[in-house]
């Protein structure tokens, strides 16, 4: 069967598309065309309006009337007659319309194409692929661990890049650009990054960083709770914070602010605990402090300690009261700032005093020196 081309004879131009005389002015003329086919269309429009409404109408008495009539039939009213004439007269007038209505088609039919007529869809389709939330693998807490440390490893300078942030349209453009940051290993990252600027007392940076982590935890909460990949969240959570109502923001930066106290408090603690942990490994033999204990000693023992002087420290002792002496070297030996020798046995480890003859009894300096004795002392470590 040949194919009509015919309607394609008779096409109107499109409005900027024709050449135009250089003393006219080529705006205004297109302006006018477009509004003049824009004018004949919503003319048409109208008519072709018109006649469907007037066919409803007409539609609707034809049928009321022979309903009355078939009533009429049923009944042997005595107004048959002049319903049958009614319903000729509806009917002529439907006739009548129907013409109207063809000529009006005809009329419509016989205009030039244009732009807006010149084709229309044959079928509209919409297939929006909706990505499932992303598979998470079943990891040992090992696996997990050294997961983490390759993503760190690859990632950490886009990570700190994206918690230098401050706009929502700037982490939006970035997420996108770099969608795979979009995850928890990014999320866990930024409250370790917060958690060690607070320590380092960098309180400003770290409530920056934190506003960044809130970002990523809402955008994975999102996702959680669309069951979708958050990938795909990143445009619709950061357009979503900016154009939300207020109640949204204020659980947002209430959110936020619940965050940067829970970083405060718990670098409190940790620094608490590394304190604690060094102590503890600062601990002498008998469990104090050398920290604390040289802290009590005495300014003249302290000038001994710290000067590493031996005579010094034994003339002090003898110069102290002898219980207040064994008093101050027993701490100095369980804490460690005082070795006495162990290869001398003669020497009470306990406070580094020669022992008395006989009894086995600790002998101060002060009562040695009486005695004609000398007290010894192993090498300050």
Not at 129 to 145: I, T
Not at 147 to 175: A, P
Not at 308 to 333: F, G, S, Y
Request: with cysteine.
């Amino acid at each position: 069967m040949p194919v009509d081309y015919s309607k394609w004879n008779h096409i109107e131009v499109s409005d900027d598309e024709d050449d135009t005389h250089p003393n006219i002015d080529t705006p205004s003329l297109f302006k006018w065309r477009h509004e003049a086919r824009v004018q004949r269309m919503e003319e048409m429009e109208k008519k072709k309006k018109n006649v469907d409404d007037e066919k409803k109408k007409i539609e609707a008495k034809l049928k009321e009337i022979k309903e009355r009539v078939a009533k009429e039939e049923a009944d042997g009213g005595d107004n048959l007659d002049q319903l049958k004439a009614s319903l000729q007269d509806v009917e002529k007038q439907s006739s009548e319309l129907e013409k109207k209505k063809m000529q009006i088609m005809k009329e419509e039919k016989s205009q030039p194409l244009n732009v807006d007529t010149l084709s229309k869809d044959g079928f509209s389709k919409c297939i929006i692929n909706s990505s499932g939330p992303r598979k998470k693998e079943a990891l040992s807490d090992e696996e997990r661990e050294k997961s983490m440390k390759k993503f760190v490893k690859e990632n950490e300078k886009l990570m700190k890049e994206y918690g230098m942030l401050k706009k929502f349209d700037d982490s939006k453009r970035f997420l996108q650009e770099h969608t795979h940051l979009a995850c928890d290993e990014t999320a866990n990252y930024l409250v370790i990054w917060c958690l060690d600027l607070e320590m380092e007392d960098k309180r400003d940076l770290m409530e920056h960083v934190a506003h960044q982590c809130i970002c990523m935890q809402y955008l994975l909460e999102l996702a959680k709770q669309l069951e979708t990949d958050p990938r795909a969240c990143i445009s619709s959570f950061f357009s979503k914070i900016q154009i939300a109502d207020q109640d949204y923001k204020n659980s947002f930066y209430s959110e936020l602010e619940a965050f940067k106290d829970r970083i405060k408090k718990r670098a409190q603690e940790k620094i608490a605990e590394a304190l604690e942990e060094e102590r503890q490994e600062r601990l002498g033999p008998g469990g104090l402090d050398p920290v604390e204990v040289f802290e009590s000693l005495p300014d003249s023992m302290k000038e001994c300690f710290e000067s590493q002087n031996i005579p010094m420290l034994q003339q002090v002792i003898k110069d102290m009261p002898e219980e207040e002496a064994r008093h101050h070297m027993k701490r100095c030996v369980d804490s460690g700032l005082w070795v006495p020798s162990k290869d001398d046995p003669g020497t009470n480890t306990e406070d580094g005093f020669v022992k008395k003859d006989g009894d086995g009894e600790s002998e101060g300096e002060g009562e040695a020196e009486g005695e004609g004795e000398e007290s010894h002392y192993a090498e300050v470590k």
